[in-house]
């Protein structure tokens, strides 16, 4: 196994030189691609001896050469089936982690987005992404951010400027092409949500088709004093994918962060989210869905961390296991000394349609501040008897019944995204996975 | 169009129901009345088929049919409606969807076309009259913190929905205010027909002020123990329920008595 691991590192280090040698960048970046890299050849990928990977094993996905991407060209159709209407004129894509400008449309007013290669270049933008760029996704204790790091070769880099208010949601569009089999992927962003900005940003990962392939993206996103950001994920790739992504916020004062994630797709998917509540009056929720079907995994791992006082956040991650799937959760929410008025809630809800599901979950909270009202809990259970003999007693078949009590319980979390395309493709999307075929 | 011959039925093991022989007819209102654990929510549950409530003798028939034989959901498409005295939240559900959902279920059933979420909509604004529904309780979730008398008139729009032959109305009135009882009770009256059946489960006179029964069965013990027209509700009201003794009983009511 070990031999195999550096094998596959090693195709790595070889493609790593292409990359400089193609994509330069400025010098700054330069030095972080190179030191990210340094730092993945001492890490590695993350094994199951690590606590944070006890429940996630990797090695079976890096037993097969896999090749970084390289830019590909698509023609629109081939994506058309992943735009939205009320993201039509918003949308950004990105094939196999880069940027594709011609696929994209911006028609929509105030926001930035553009290549973030390009952005490091730029003398205005290029500021802001020296500054934030690697701050919240540090490489230095993390293999696989450090990877992503390296092959930072293209990416997305989105601004919201001060006082701008965005109405109209921008989406991202990870396209995953697999014309190349066991090609990996490096998507990179960053989002800066300047002073009292507002906008909605969806991000949504995809497949073009059935082949094996390897994700590995970085998020990072930054809200200033008073932004308001929704932010939107949403996983689907095919059931070979392995998906690897981190998603680290850090908030200005009296900042507000709304996320929802929703994981559905992929055969092993591991999402790291982190918010790290920096200043004082920050809020965030940080919600979840994942379905996890037969020979799927899907691990969240999340840090909130509260810094300063007076900053709530809530946090409500839900989980629909069938088959033999399996999932993780875990969930840290740290209050630091002194970040006192803290108002932390965290709960994990389980749902099992089978006995041969898993699911270990592990909601943490360590508290060094005396004056703060902080709750977590864990819960893993069945479909409720009562729940299911109402709706039998209104003449609902048995399996019908099931399937509507699991589509209210995902409904929960997919309820909170706004874009109604979006939501009533999820809503169908996780019928079909439980093999049902109710219409919303 | 229902016959309870010697019912018992179990639940934990526990006899409640001890030997119910009841008829009803259609276009009749039958009020079970009866102290505390007398049995007669678990008469209401074991007609409705809750599957914690075991029948260990007797037999039920409906419209002709064994309906013990049917599965819960078999009997409500056939036309057996039983409104809960506590209704279940469905958390994520939508009012609206869970009846279209029931109510096109009862309509396949039937052999008849199902309804569109449009025509749906017309519908159930119509049917939602009879209990002074306003159209925001149809996009909420079903029955997610809704207060106890907007739980029970939900349970009213559902009857007003599916239209059953026999409803069986499960302390209906318990948890409710004055206008609240008008209201729900207004909303059976309206559904009632001279071709369905109503049985009113209540511990109290007060719901058949306004549903008027034209039997009421006393159960004391999990049998019936007293008999009469609605001048027997009245008795209760007056006398309570101590003057009623079971002529077998033993007093204990523990449940453990074998027959």
């Keep these: 196994m070990i031999t195999e691991l550096i094998k596959s590192e090693s195709t790595y280090q070889a493609a790593f030189r292409t990359v400089r040698h193609a994509r330069p960048t400025a010098a700054w970046a330069e030095l972080v691609r190179g030191s990210a890299m340094d730092r993945f050849e001492n890490l590695g990928f993350p094994t199951v001896r690590s606590e944070d990977w006890k429940y996630t094993n990797l090695a079976p996905f890096l037993k097969d050469k896999i090749v970084p991407a390289v830019p590909t060209e698509l023609a629109a159709e081939a994506i058309a089936r992943f735009v939205y209407p009320e993201t039509a004129n918003n949308h950004v894509v990105l094939v196999n982690g880069f940027f594709n400008a011609q696929l994209s449309s911006l028609k929509g007013q105030g926001i930035v987005a553009c290549d973030l290669l390009e952005a490091i270049a730029d003398a205005r933008y290029g500021k802001i992404a020296r500054e934030y760029l690697a701050r919240n996704a540090t490489y230095h204790d993390n293999g696989l951010t450090a990877l992503n790091t390296a092959f930072l070769q293209s990416g997305v880099f989105v601004l919201i400027p001060r006082n701008v208010k965005v109405e109209a949601p921008l989406q991202i569009t990870f396209v995953s092409d697999t014309s190349e089999p066991h090609t990996a992927n490096f998507p990179r962003v960053l989002i800066v949500s300047e002073e009292n900005s507002s906008a909605t940003i969806f991000e949504n990962y995809v497949s073009l088709d059935d082949e094996a392939h390897f994700t590995n993206s970085v998020v990072e996103v930054v809200l200033l004093d008073g932004a308001r950001l929704e932010h939107y994920r949403v996983q689907r790739e095919n059931n070979k994918a392995l998906h690897i992504a981190t998603t680290a916020t850090e908030l200005g004062r009296g900042s507000s962060y709304d996320t929802t994630s929703i994981t559905m797709g992929a055969q092993l998917s591991r999402h790291d989210i982190s918010v790290v509540l920096d200043h004082e009056g920050a809020e965030c929720w940080v919600d979840g869905l994942y379905i996890v079907g037969a020979d799927q995994h899907a691990d969240t791992h999340s840090v909130i961390d509260h810094k300063q006082p007076r900053c709530n956040s809530h946090q409500l991650y839900k989980g629909i296991l069938d088959g033999n799937g399996r999932a993780v959760f875990n969930g840290k929410v740290f209050v630091r000394h002194g970040a006192q008025k803290t108002d932390a809630m965290q709960t994990n809800k389980n749902l099992l349609l089978s006995d041969r599901a898993r699911v270990d979950t592990k909601p943490q909270l360590e508290i060094f501040a005396d004056d703060v009202k902080c709750a977590h809990g864990a819960a893993v259970g069945q479909l409720d008897m009562e729940e299911l003999f109402y709706l039998h007693a209104r003449g609902i078949n048995p399996t019908l019944a099931r399937n509507l009590l699991t589509y209210g319980f995902a409904e929960e979390v997919i309820g909170k995204i706004k874009l109604d395309s979006v939501r009533a493709q999820l809503d169908e999307a996780a019928l079909n996975q439980l093999h049902t075929r109710l219409q919303a | ?259």
């Design chain 2, 1 to 259: 169009m229902l016959e309870i011959k010697n019912l018992h039925a179990t639940v934990d093991g526990n006899e409640i129901l001890r030997g119910i022989n009841l008829t009803i007819k259609k276009g009749e209102i039958h009020a079970i009345m009866g102290p505390n654990g007398s049995g007669k929510s678990t008469l209401a549950k074991v007609l409705a088929g809750h599957p914690d409530y075991e029948v260990t003798a007797g037999e039920v028939i409906y419209e002709g049919r064994n309906l013990l034989e049917l599965a819960p959901d078999e009997r409500a498409r056939e036309g057996v409606f039983m409104a809960f005295q506590y209704p279940i939240e469905v958390p994520g559900v939508s009012n609206a969807q869970f009846l279209r959902l029931a109510y096109n279920e009862k309509r396949k059933h039937l052999g008849e076309e199902e309804l569109d979420p449009l025509e749906f909509k017309d519908l159930l604004k119509e049917r939602a009259k009879v209990v002074e529904m306003e159209a925001s309780f149809m996009s909420r979730s079903v029955n997610e913190g809704f207060s106890g008398g907007e739980k029970k008139r939900n349970e009213i729009l559902q009857m007003a929905v599916l239209q059953p032959k026999l409803a069986i109305l499960d302390e209906t009135d318990s948890g409710l205010d004055i206008d609240a009882l008008r209201v729900v009770a207004g909303g059976v009256n309206q559904l009632r027909t001279p071709d369905n059946a109503i049985i009113v489960v209540t511990h109290y006179q007060r719901l058949l002020n306004y549903i008027v029964p034209d039997y009421v069965h006393v159960l004391a013990h999990g049998r019936i123990a007293r008999e009469g027209g609605k001048e027997l509700a009245l008795e209760l009201e007056e006398k309570g329920y101590d003057w009623i003794k079971t002529p077998e009983t033993n007093g204990t009511g523990s449940g453990a008595t074998a027959n």
